[in-house]
């Protein structure tokens, strides 16, 4: 009987073979193969819906002709499917060449081609009857009180294998382990809601021993219930102009909107004007755009292990390696892949991704960190004297140039004369993205730094959403705007 | 592709055999074959096709259920009786679900339709000939969509859809824009050169220096398409039932009594008008209609087939999602919105909207697209990139001076994982007070 079990490394390479040979003939050519198997299970009030296996199997051909690219993308991975395939990619490889935007396939690779092999190869994520006892575990751990109504407790895994081929001989494997996980309490109290959530995107096996160093833990479900009760209690987090202490769980909303967005090579090239948006940065402000206070240092880390968005190499091919992308506020480079930065005269950078092989690749933020200063915590808390303390986004909202920004979070606390005092709801803060960054003052030692990460950055025509890794110390800001909430 | 009545007759033969005693299986079968032209600055950026056709097995013994998805081909029936197997093992380590609910009303039926077959090709070609002086860009969509469900128990369900669509826009030097959106069949035959002269005559207005109005309240006119904004963020969840009786609807206060909009404000899903498939993933067949907000006050919400269990009611709804949201029109003559206006914003498009506080449903979203600065009637300005934060319990009620008559037909044009359904229907609407914070 066959299984359904995904028959890994030689059957990927074997179809990527198979439509290599049926490009005999193209000069430049590209292959992906991609196999994704994910188990989701999520209870929610006692109840555990009906767990969701799922399976993407596909193959991306592309092909240039005379530096033009056409794409074929098919789940059908018969040989008549992939035949149908390679003709698809070349039929649009052909189509009005005079009217393409430029920049075709990389150049052939000279550099060795690393692998990306899971480092957790020998770790067994939890079986489906552990998951679910685990999730229950945690659910029931959160009903503390009758006005929590809600309860969710939620556990995927995905493991990704991706083979590349190109027509230089180039011949690359990467597979990953990815896990989803989170909690979340609302609390309904007579004038509304509040809810309070913990999640963690990482690379990694799901083993009740990893979650647990990630804070699955009861007594974590539990804090969350009584923290959205207390919410509920909780005075409006006043409106007026305080600095600001942002906690790394809320960093990584920051970083990803004010920093990742704005430097993605192919939003300042303008390709992503009519969906995601632009960007205020222009390519003449590499090298001489000071971003932020000296006290900025932002580093693209494709190799943080165990970060969200951790690889050998991208999806054309280019080996990955860190770099800052700012420095002491410096703007130094952007967020481009080989063809964007071709087609901008800049160097690249290994962050050219597509969310599965049904889309072509385009640039991504991958993992973008910030590095830790020195000031602990407390340190940080005791040098403001109004302010407010924010974790966990709750609202995020930017306009198409990254520049006008509002963000919410689940709680705050206020601070005063140095000392942290009470809960606060709703609170809000906005701002403009370089002022913003100019006003960082004070940057978290390494005991307040975490890894994190996003799993659903929305970007693309067609739409793609991926991955990505986040991680950064607590970070304080000077004199920020911040408001409550009621109409 | 563009038919999977095949596939779905045959999978409606093969289920039964395949499920032993207790046991129900239901197949869901989406495919689509789309031709993509990603443009920028009147080029082609990214040009290909895309194949795919994938299962979604559920099985359920009756007290409970699990799911596995995958892509299948040619030999997809082959593929079955091992993912089957797989979901056995799963299925004995499952929990009774006290929510499962798959339909039980077996029956055949086939709907919907693909538009007059187009050629990207040739079209784009007029398209990028007439733009070549233009800074346009975005994304053209051509291809055939179908949906499909059968069951063990006997359904053999289809819907066909697909068409060819344009979501673009074009730019001036100083980033300013207006949006170009067509789709087929809803908006007739394409012709690029009238599409593009008449956004070339919307980018003149968009000259000039841009205005920027300091913080504060102003009176405005939301076009159809910044209203969509407005509203897609608040009705993600908020008319759930399963959101609303567990706390994650921002129109709690609509639900409770003690918030409403203006009586003039109703609101309906009209899934009757829309390209999505009549039945749910689980089979049920669902309304045409639902009133949802009845002169300003609430109406039913949302109930899809696990609310309907947990919380009561009939099923009306696939996920509490509305996919057809349709907004009834007013008085106002949209060519007397800017004399209705008089001195304030004309806010065409707005963006990236998200709940501030979702407890008085308060949204706050960018401009962009279309956006002036109008006094006497007259655009005066365009405007710079503003903020606004305003709840709609007040944009929609006691602020609310008026709904434009012609309403605006808005088509889903996501495409994430898949090619979207769905589109609302709307008015503009004028109001006495929206607040600019930044």
Known sequence: MNTPQTRYGNDLEAIARRARDLLAGTARWRILVEQTDTLGCLVRRGVLQPPERSARRAVLITVEEQGALGYGATTDLSADGLAQAVERARRMAAVLPARRLGAGLPADATDPVPAFVEPWADHVDMTLAERIEWLHDLEIAMAIDDRIHSRIALLETTRRERVLLDQSGREQRQIWRLCQ???????????????????????????????????????????????????????????????????PEQMTLQIHESIGHPLELDRILGDERNYAGWSFVRPEDFGTLQYGSPQLNVLFAPDEQGEFASYACDDEGLPARRTHLIRGGLLERPLGGARSAARAGLEPVACTRATSALRPPIDRMANLNIAPGEQSLGELIGGVEHGVLLGQNRSWSIDQRREKFQFGCEWGRLIEDGELQGLVRNPNYRGRTLPFWHSLDGVGSADTFQVLGLGNCGKGEPNQSIGVGHASPACRFRGIEVFGGAA | MNDLQPLIHALAERLPALASDGETLFAYVYGEQTDFARLSRSRINQLGHIHQRRLTLTLSDGRAAVKDTWDIDAGALDTLAPRIER????????????????????????????????????????????????????????????????????HALSHRSGGLSLDASLFTPTHQAVKIEWSAPADGPADPAAALAQARERLALLGGEPYAPAPGRYRAYLAPEALTELLGVTVWQGFSRQAVESGNSPLDRLFRGTAGFAPNVRLRELREDSNAPPFGAAGHALPGAVDLVIDGRAGDTLVSPRAALEYGGTINS???????????????????????????????????????????????????????????????APLAPMRIDASLYSLLGPDLIALSRERHRLEDTSSYERRASGHQLLPGALCAALPVTL
């Open chain 1, 181 to 247: 996980a989170g909690l979340r309490a609302v609390a309904v109290g007579a004038d509304g809601s509040q809810w309070r959530s913990h999640e963690h995107s990482f690379q990694g096996p799901a083993t009740p021993e990893q979650l647990a160093a990630l804070d699955f833990t009861r007594e974590r479900a539990a804090a969350l219930s009584r923290d959205a009760l207390a919410l509920l209690d909780a005075p409006e987090c006043p409106t007026g102009t305080r600095d600001l202490i942002l906690l």
């Open chain 2, 87 to 154: 979901l056995r093992g799963d299925l004995a380590a499952t929990p009774d679900d006290p929510y499962l609910s798959l339909d039980a009303s077996p029956r055949t039926a086939h709907s919907g339709q693909l538009s007059a077959a187009r050629d990207l090709e040739p079209w784009l070609e007029a398209l990028l000939a007439n733009a070549a002086d233009d800074d346009l860009v975005g994304i053209a969509l051509s291809g055939p969509q179908g949906f499909g469900l059968a069951s063990s128990l006997g």
């Open chain 2, 318 to 380: 696939d996920s509490g999602m509305p996919i057809a949201l349709t907004l009834d029109g007013g008085d106002l003559a949209e060519a007397d919105a800017l004399a209705a206006l008089g001195t304030g914003l004309y806010l065409g498009r707005l963006w990236y909207a998200n709940l501030s506080d979702p407890t008085h449903c308060r949204v706050t979203a960018m401009t962009r697209y279309d956006c002036f600065w109008v006094e006497d009637g007259r655009i005066r």
